[in-house]
């Protein structure tokens, strides 16, 4: 696999797709100060639109971005029509406003903050299936992508389904259908993009090699599957196949927590930076969390519901994201404006553009915030859990800062 | 003609930014001649096949031989992926730095 770096999207359409994913990152903690912490488990419209912010315009928001940037890696080929990007981000964020409001107060901007956000992902899915008829060669990374895109094609579909539904044009019951969507979106696109683009970043960022990949394939078929089972059970009553669906996905998630664990210990490259340290805090909760599904297999405890559910939101996913951005943004920067000077000039390396001290403050935070929180709902403590939001609320300000100062490092700072 | 050593030498100007060493150090040049008509060809391996820096890295190289090299009047680069790079390729700075010992 060989990338052109002249099929790289410039730097000025990558950035807004982080800055406004991290900055809705801190909105997202600053709401949930809002949340009453017993009902907090239940599935009413403040956790529903607090799910919603967060997943759109904070996970797939950079999602995008990323993949604008990793897409030519993979697919070995140029983006079919890049500049499409721009749009992507603005539907989005109004997609993302008009479903919040909708939930919190007007449901019938529902369908129309759903369309909004559906016309961007069509945007992004038609640039995306029209570049990969490019290519000639189809290899498991890339079909990997079609799956996920797929996946998610049909959970934005089921999505407006549900967003008719609970804004009163439609009625009937959607308990079914939103276990579809969630598992269609969150386990189908995000699940597998994860799992897909870790074969690719982790063994470049830790350098990492001879290992087998059976554990991820495996996992990916099983995921697949399990979402298959979902969607049958959506439109059957057999119980026994949503079971299934349970089991297989968590089985496919502890896989993909294996593979992590085996590149992990091939790797070469073994500094503790800021990257590692996120990356471990993230599967450390992806493990936990997956722990406390299985255990709320057989307690059905609400608390432990919610405890598992955020470590996989934003114990795994936030910090999964944010030590990827301290290893993304410094390289689009460096390249857009160092790599020219190679062997004119002296130029930095890219750790040399991450901010150290602020990044390790804004770890800290966030990894105390995350466990407090975590411990607040187990014990049901709501003074644990405000003071846990504080620990995290600094965190994420910290990240958005961090993300700030790098994207606007300058030439002439480093280059003489 | 210049010697193998002389264009390990050109090419160990330049520095991987991602890691902070040079492609000699980390092992990653193969090997290198150069002919009667002074053109150099150097065989080349990268740390991984989805390096975002690839073709970046390869016009590093061949630049780094004209311009340390004047005599050249052409280099390119042979970028191979067999053997496959793996730690032990590279010299012990580059092993303590990264903390492989």
């Not at chain 1, 870790?198 to 996992?219: G, N």
């Not at chain 2, 002389?6 to 520095?15: H, N, Q, Y």
Request: glycine share 4%.
């Amino acid at each position: 696999m060989n990338i052109s770096t002249a099929f790289a999207p410039p730097f000025k359409l990558v950035a807004p797709f982080f800055i406004i994913g991290v900055s809705t990152f801190v909105v997202t903690i600053l709401l949930m100060f809002g949340f009453e912490f017993e009902n907090l488990h239940y599935f009413n419209s403040s956790t529903l639109a607090w799910v919603h912010i967060f997943l759109l315009a904070f996970v797939m928001l950079i999602i995008l971005g990323a993949m604008a940037q990793l897409i030519p890696v993979v697919l070995e080929v140029g983006h079919l029509a890049v500049d499409l990007y721009y749009a992507i981000y603005p539907l989005m964020i109004l997609g993302t406003l008009l479903m919040a409001f909708g939930f919190y107060n007007l449901p019938i901007l529902l369908p129309f903050g759903g369309v909004t956000v559906l016309i961007a992902l069509f945007i992004f899915l038609i640039e995306t299936f029209l570049t990969i008829l490019k290519v000639k060669k189809i290899n498991f990374i890339i079909s990997t992508i079609i799956i996920s895109n797929i996946f998610l094609l049909l959970g934005v579909i089921i999505g407006i389904a549900l967003a008719l539904n609970y804004s009163g044009i439609f009625s009937f019951d959607s308990f079914k259908l939103l276990k579809a969507h969630i598992f269609l979106v969150f386990f189908g696109y995000v699940g597998t993009t994860v799992m897909s683009m870790s074969l690719i970043l982790l063994p470049m960022f830790w350098l990492s090699h001879s290992f087998t990949w059976v554990y991820v394939k495996t996992a990916f078929i099983l995921l697949c599957f399990s979402i298959c089972f979902m969607l049958f059970f959506t439109f059957s009553s057999i119980t026994l196949v949503e079971d299934i669906a349970y089991t297989l996905c968590i089985s496919s998630l502890f896989l993909y927590f294996l593979q992590i664990f085996v590149i992990y210990k091939k790797r070469v490259r073994v500094e503790v930076d800021i990257y590692f340290k996120s990356m471990l805090f993230s599967y450390f909760s992806l493990f936990t969390s997956l722990s406390l599904f299985f255990i709320y297999f057989f307690y059905s405890k609400d608390n432990l519901l919610l405890c598992a559910s955020w470590l996989l939101f934003v114990g795994f996913i936030g910090f999964l994201i944010s030590g990827h951005l301290y290893k993304i943004v410094p390289f689009l920067v460096w390249y857009e404006r160092f790599s020219i000077f190679v062997g004119k000039k002296r130029v930095p390396m890219l750790n040399d553009l991450i901010p150290k001290k602020s990044s390790n403050f804004q770890f800290l935070n966030s990894s105390i915030g995350v466990i407090i929180v975590s411990l607040s709902f187990l014990l049901e403590s709501d003074t644990l859990y405000k003071s846990g939001l504080c620990f995290l609320t600094l965190g994420v300000i910290f990240l958005l800062k961090d993300i700030l100062y790098m994207a606007k490092i300058k030439e002439e700072t480093y280059v003489f | 003609m210049y010697s193998k050593e002389e264009i390990f030498k050109a090419v160990s100007t330049v520095i991987d930014p991602e890691v902070g060493f040079n492609l000699v150090e980390m092992g990653l040049i193969y090997d290198a001649s150069c002919n009667e008509k002074m053109e150099v060809v150097v065989t080349m391996t990268l740390s991984t096949k989805a390096c975002p820096l690839h073709q970046l890295i390869v016009q590093w190289v061949e630049e780094a031989v004209l311009r340390e090299l004047p005599k050249v009047q052409i280099a390119k680069v042979d970028l191979v992926w067999e053997p496959a790079w793996n730690i032990s390729m590279a010299n012990e700075n580059v092993k303590q730095q990264l903390g492989s010992f």
